[in-house]
Every structure is written in C-alpha cells, then in structure tokens.
C-alpha cells in the first residue's frame, strides 16, 4: 500500500479556504484517494475519495495530480467546527485488501 | 446516516484483568473493525470481520481476541489486560466500498 506524507499541522482565520496536502509517489494503479477528519473526543469521519482529477461534495473538493502522486483536500470558508486532524489514506477500493492505514494526518488549527 | 454505537465509552481495568469492548450497528454492514488509537498517533486495526461468526487479525491482533456473533455485533476481547494496552478503541463498519468505513464515537481503555 503507498505511503502517504502529510504536513503535520497547519493553520487558518475563520472564513479563509484551506488546502491540505498529501504525497502519495508510490501509489498503485489500483488505489484510491480518500481522505477523513477526526474531530477530538470522536471516530474518524469520511469527507471525499477520488482516483484521478477532481471530485467535489458538499463538504469538500479533492484535486489529483495529473500524475497521481499529489492530492489537495480544498475545505472552503473553514470555521471553528473544522479544527480536526485530516488524514489522506490511500488504498484499494472495493476490495478484502483495502484496508485503512492512518498515519498521524495533518492538525488543522482554526483561529476566530 | 450509518449508526455505530460502542459500550462502554470509558473503562478503567486493573492489569491481568478481562476486558470486554463492545461495538452494534444498524446499518446491515457486513464489515466490521476494531481500531486503537494512541494519543497522537493515527489509528491501527487489530481486528476484522466480513461475516458472522469470522473474524480476521489486523495489523496489531497480539493480546486481542474479537467475536462477531451476528451481524450486528462485534466484540474485541483483552483477556489478560496490560498496561500498554491503554488507548481509545474505535469501532467501524462498512459496507461494498471497504474504505468509505463509519466509525463509532470510541471507547477510552485506561489499564491501571
């Protein structure tokens, strides 16, 4: 499974949009892009997955490096309730081998 | 919205003791998980479950046992606790797309 790298922590006003990165250079032909955040006191909760290009929901977009190896997680007008880790996870999809491999994600801080 | 309900949310147990984690969903997932998170760190899966009474070891299964009775519930068992095994446990359950996964809201394990 590719490994992921994260930068361990960023910061951003209350209204600002905010981009979170995530390296994935060994990324399989067969692997997914998704990405949760974790809020203190609470379980992971997923916000998008993607596999090439760009994806967007109602809670963010995801843009994918036209080679894959490089995925932006664009969270818009952040508030107060958006302070959580966000973890980018890379995995097969659909598939007994598709299992979550969190690693230490990247704390986003908030300030009013 | 997928419903992951953990009991109990706050255990303290004395080392060498029994320890029983108990996890329920409604969602009719077939797949379910045991995580452990340590402060700081991402989460890691110690157990798995794709069907009723089967169970799979995770990436760190040592010192715990899991039983999936029925559909519903799946249980992750430390039959002589340690202190190491201090953590919040997260349970998750899934559906076909294995990494879309819903976690409960966690149990915090403090092994005195």
């Known amino acids: 499974l590719a490994k992921t790298t994260q930068p361990p922590s960023m910061e951003a006003y209350e209204g600002q949009e905010v981009n979170v990165s995530c390296s994935h250079t060994?990324?399989?032909?067969?692997?997914?892009i998704y990405w949760y955040r974790q809020v203190p006191h609470q379980g992971p909760q997923f916000i998008i997955q993607?596999?090439?290009d760009y994806v967007v929901n109602e809670v963010a977009s995801l843009f994918i490096s036209a080679d894959r190896k490089l995925s932006t997680l664009s969270l818009p007008w952040v508030s107060l309730r958006d302070a959580a880790v966000y973890y980018c996870?890379?995995?097969?999809?659909?598939?007994?081998?598709?299992?979550?491999?969190f690693g230490a994600g990247t704390q986003l801080i908030v300030i009013p | 919205e997928a419903a992951v309900t953990q009991s109990p949310r706050s255990k303290v147990a004395v080392t060498g003791g029994k320890v029983t984690l108990s996890c329920h969903q409604t969602?009719?997932?077939?797949?379910m998980y045991w995580y452990r998170q340590d402060t700081g760190h991402g989460l890691r899966l110690i157990h798995y479950?794709?069907?009723?009474?089967?169970?799979e070891k995770g990436d760190i299964p040592d010192g715990y046992k899991a039983s999936r009775p029925s559909q519903e519930n799946f249980s992750l068992i430390l039959e002589l606790a340690s202190l190491s095994q201090t953590a919040v446990y997260f349970c998750?359950?899934?559906?076909?797309?294995?990494?879309?996964?819903?976690f409960g809201p966690g149990t915090r394990l403090t092994v005195l």
């Open positions: 998750a359950s899934t559906t076909g797309n294995y990494a879309e996964q819903f």
């Open positions: 060994n990324i399989a032909t067969s692997e997914y």
């Open positions: 479950s794709y069907v009723a009474d089967s169970t």
């Open positions: 993607g596999y090439k």
């Open positions: 996870i890379v995995t097969v999809r659909g598939s007994a081998l598709g299992r979550l491999h």
């Open positions: 969602n009719n997932h077939d797949y």
